[in-house]
């Protein structure tokens, strides 16, 4: 399968495959030195890690009720300890040239094949064999109606999550027909179920539209009490002109705790919009402090941008704005505490986990004119 990325124009195009090599091949992409990389985001890299002790050989279990912690199981003859993985991955390749059209010329057994033998398990499952990944992470993916997006965004995450040396998953959260979409429920949905399947630092909240241009583009956890947002630079939006403050939807990354304690997304967003100013809303009143990715380092911001696929417009939510001026009142109701769906199937894919889910949509969330 292959990926694109660019170079200075006197670099040698060529096409890079999952796994490392390269050849000649139509897919023509230019791609950076590794070395003029790690120069220009090592410190960004040292200051990301600076305050994150990750220890995934002491992590405790809970209870099933989730009370008290216990200690997990001693094997009696453990396995010898990875050392840790680098602050900048040595399979990074910078900047890529996304073509969805490229994409998805790959017929579906070659692609599954080849993300099989990269190390992907069933499920979209993926563990760094080479060093102990610093960052344990979920992908969650809401859908309906975007198997193409979908297609897309496998193929080309799962080696640019591979590049940076990262254990993950991708659970994608699917809603059936019946009712109006609901973006937060269905995080929310994802956030419950990939809990049952691992347990997973912090959740990364990924729109299937958007796609990261940059492998330098940190995937990593964010600190606790700093969820980090991620799409602030959009192909769709001014030619990448960083969106304002105020923006917190597209791609975000929030910490197990803190998402937790948030309460989650809001499930009452039924219809386009209001759901990602409702979280930031929830993230300041908890006094936590929203940040970007590259902050403080503005030399790399380009580093950040995201890639937009292109879609039908959906119809905005009519009710969005008056939900979202009441939303301080249900913050400690509205969310993971009050979340109900009807799970329809569980399948673990070979390039993700699926999770079908009906949602029932109540009679005074309904739109005006909406049956």
Not at 2 to 27: D, R
Not at 276 to 296: N, Q, S, V
Request: glycine share 6%; hydrophobic share 35%.
């Amino acid at each position: 399968m292959c990926m694109t990325a660019m170079l200075p124009p006197s670099g040698v195009a060529k096409t890079v495959l999952m796994g490392g090599s390269a050849k000649i091949g139509e897919w023509l992409i230019f791609s950076p030195t590794h070395s003029l990389l790690e120069r220009s985001s090592s410190l960004f890299y040292q200051q990301l890690y600076k305050k994150t002790d990750v220890a995934l050989f002491s992590q405790k279990s809970r209870d099933e009720d989730g009370s008290a912690p216990i200690e997990q199981k001693i094997d009696p003859e453990p396995k010898k300890k990875r050392q840790l993985c680098s602050l900048v991955s040595p399979k990074l390749i910078g900047w890529t040239n996304i073509s969805a059209e490229a994409i998805l010329k790959e017929k579906d057994d070659v692609v599954e094949r080849t993300m099989a033998e990269s190390g992907v398990e069933p499920g979209g499952k993926y563990q760094t064999k080479e060093c102990q990944s610093r960052s344990k992470i979920a992908i969650v993916v809401p859908l309906r109606n975007r198997t193409e997006h979908l297609q897309v965004f496998l193929r080309y995450m799962h080696p640019f999550l591979q590049r940076q040396q990262l254990d993950y998953a991708i659970i994608v959260a699917e809603q059936t027909e019946g009712s109006l979409f609901n973006r937060g429920a269905l995080m929310n949905v994802g956030f419950k179920e990939a809990q049952l399947l691992d347990n997973f630092q912090c959740f990364f909240f990924h729109d299937v539209d958007n796609l990261p241009e940059n492998d330098g583009n940190p995937y990593s956890c964010p600190e606790d009490g700093k969820p980090r947002h991620m799409t602030f630079s959009l192909s769709r939006w001014n030619n990448y002109k960083p969106f304002p403050g105020w923006y917190f939807g597209g791609v975000t990354a929030l910490t197990a705790n803190d998402f937790r304690k948030i309460n989650g997304f809001s499930n009452v967003y039924w219809g386009w919009g209001g759901e990602d100013d409702d979280l930031l809303r929830r993230i300041r009143f908890h006094k936590m402090t929203p940040t970007r990715a590259m902050d403080g380092y503005p030399s790399l911001i380009e580093m950040a941008r995201y890639k937009t696929l292109t879609h039908k417009k959906a119809e905005p939510s009519p009710i969005r704005h008056k939900l979202l001026r009441e939303g301080t009142k249900r913050l400690k109701s509205d969310g993971l505490k009050d979340l109900t769906y009807k799970k329809l199937a569980l399948e673990l894919k070979p390039l993700y986990t699926k999770v079908l889910v009906e949602l029932q949509q109540p009679a005074n969330r309904k739109a005006p004119g909406q049956h």
